[in-house]
């Protein structure tokens, strides 16, 4: 059971930034696949970033290329989502999510844990 505890949500003016960060629970992080998604109101959950299990790739979707960037480190069982050049469409809650040598990061179906949520609101 991997239990994940996102932080780092709050209130800023567009073309802020922020910076989420997700902790895990357990021994194995190293062979998880980690995600970001994002929930708004009246949407459904939403593929943000993911940083695959072997390390090196990172995807994207379309929507936060080249503002927001993923990164891990595995001693530490954490993940971070650096967010620059907010926009208020960026509003919405975040989540982290795992799965354990996951191939098809942008998929939430995949995803066997998910943390919380932390809340994310960019004022225009």
């Known amino acids: 059971q991997v239990q994940l505890v996102e932080s780092g949500g709050g209130l800023v003016q567009a073309g802020g930034s922020l910076r989420l960060s997700c902790v895990a629970s357990?021994?194995?992080?190293?062979?998880?696949?980690m995600g970001w998604f994002r929930q708004a109101p009246g949407k459904e959950r939403e593929f943000v970033a993911a940083?695959?299990?072997?390390?090196?790739?990172?995807y994207y979707a379309d929507s936060v290329k080249g503002r927001f960037t993923i990164s891990r480190e595995n001693a530490k069982n954490t993940v971070w989502l650096q967010m620059n050049n907010l926009k208020p469409e960026d509003t919405a809650v975040y989540y982290c999510a795992a799965v354990r040598f996951g191939s098809r990061p942008a998929t939430p179906n995949d995803y066997d844990y998910w943390g919380q949520g932390t809340q994310v609101t960019v004022s225009s």
């Open positions: 940083r695959a299990w072997t390390g090196s790739s990172t």
């Open positions: 357990g021994r194995t992080f190293s062979s998880y696949t």
